[in-house]
T-cell receptor, first 116, second 115 residues
C-alpha cells in the first residue's frame, strides 16, 4: 500500500535559520509522483512542487529546495534563510497507479513555526 | 481564470442536520476530487467524480455521505444527519484530465463545524 510519513510533527526555528522537512514514502509503483503543499493559517492548500519518479535531479526555487533520493525513498524539503511568512503546515503527498490515478496520499503534515 | 471555488467557506450545522458543500472546478476541468482533513491530520481522499459519474468512492463513509457532479453546475458533497465527528475541513480539487502526472488544483476548503 502507498504511504507517506512525515516524522516531524512540529518544527520551530528562529528567522533566517535553514530548516529541512523530511518526507519518506512507500509505493510499489515504478512510476509515481511526489508533491509538496503548503497550508498557511488561512487554510487553503498551496501547490509547491511536483516531481516524477524518473527525475532525481534536485530542484531549487528561490529559498526553497527539494532533495529526491529514490534509494532512501525520501523527498525532503529545505527552506533556506527562513522567514516568518514561511510559517505554515507543510504536506508531502504521493500519487501512483497503485493507489489509483489522482488519488493523492498525504502525510500527516509538519507544522513549521518561524519565530522573529 | 478563476481557480477552484468552494462554498461556503465555513458551515455550521447542528447534529442531525444536513450539510451541502459545493465545488466549482476550474474552467475546462471535468474531473473533481473531494478530500477530508480531520483536525491535526493530513488530507484523506474521499471520492473522485467525472461529469455525471462517480469513478472512485473508496474513501467515502458507507452511510450518510454522497457526492454528485451533474452535467451542469457544481459538484456537491452531501452529508446527511451530521454528527460531531464530521467536523473537518473538506477540500475539493479538480484536474483537466486523469492520470498520475496531472496536477490537482485545490480549492480553499469548507470548514464544517457540527455543534
Amino acid at each position: 500500500a502507498q504511504k507517506v510519513t512525515q516524522a516531524q510533527t512540529e518544527i520551530s526555528v528562529v528567522e533566517k535559520e535553514d530548516v529541512t522537512l523530511d518526507c519518506v514514502y512507500e509505493t510499489r509503483d515504478t512510476t509515481y509522483y511526489l508533491f509538496w503543499y503548503k497550508q498557511p493559517p488561512s487554510g487553503e492548500l498551496v501547490f509547491l512542487i511536483r516531481r516524477n519518479s524518473f527525475d532525481e535531479q534536485n530542484e531549487i526555487s528561490g529559498r526553497y529546495s527539494w532533495n529526491f533520493q529514490k534509494s532512501t525513498s525520501s523527498f525532503n524539503f529545505t527552506i533556506t534563510a527562513s522567514q516568518v511568512v514561511d510559517s505554515a503546515v507543510y504536506f508531502c503527498a504521493l500519487s501512483g497507479k497503485e493507489g489509483g490515478a489522482q488519488k493523492l496520499v498525504f502525510g500527516q503534515g509538519t507544522r513549521l513555526t518561524i519565530n522573529p | 481564470n478563476a481557480g477552484v471555488m468552494q462554498n461556503p467557506r465555513h458551515l455550521v450545522r447542528r447534529r442531525g442536520q444536513e450539510a451541502r458543500l459545493r465545488c466549482s472546478p476550474m474552467k475546462g476541468h471535468s474531473h473533481v476530487y473531494w478530500y477530508r482533513q480531520l483536525p491535526e491530520e493530513g488530507l484523506k481522499f474521499m471520492v473522485y467524480l467525472q461529469k455525471e459519474n462517480i469513478i472512485d468512492e473508496s474513501g467515502m463513509p458507507k452511510e450518510r455521505f454522497s457526492a454528485e457532479f451533474p452535467k451542469e453546475g457544481p459538484s456537491i458533497l452531501r452529508i446527511q444527519q451530521v454528527v460531531r465527528g464530521d467536523s473537518a475541513a473538506y477540500f475539493c480539487a479538480s484536474s483537466r484530465r486523469t492520470g498520475t502526472n496531472e496536477k490537482l488544483f485545490f480549492g480553499s476548503g469548507t470548514q464544517l463545524s457540527v455543534l
